[in-house]
């Protein structure tokens, strides 16, 4: 049964380095010069960011709380596996409003 964890978490850290990868060769595509690490750093802020932003809305009485990239964020965060096939992503549309390429 322990193997079988640790074979699993295997599974998810390589498909995260995956994923990780795809969008430093996808954002190079773009003229932006982001590597592996990068991309998993920054992953994890906004995902921090989201989930921080989420506890913040439930815990205030006033309006909803959101952050930069938040309808994406959600959209692609959400425990609704809908919200994805509902609200696309175009990772171009966000680079742009985020931030410029570098070199």
Excluded: W
Excluded at 22 to 45: F, N, T, V
Excluded at 59 to 70: L, V
């Amino acid at each position: 049964m322990g193997e079988e964890s640790v074979q699993s978490q295997l599974r998810v850290t390589s498909r995260n380095r995956d994923t990780c990868g795809q969008i430093s060769r996808g954002l190079c595509e773009k003229g932006y010069d982001r590597d592996m690490q990068q991309c998993r750093a920054k992953i994890k802020e906004l995902r921090q960011m989201y989930r921080k932003t989420q506890e913040a809305s439930h815990r205030s009485g006033g309006a909803p709380k959101t952050c930069h990239f938040y309808k994406e964020l959600n959209a692609i965060l959400s425990d609704d596996p809908t919200s994805i096939a509902n609200s696309p992503v175009d990772t171009s549309q966000a680079a742009e409003r985020g931030g410029k390429p570098t070199g």
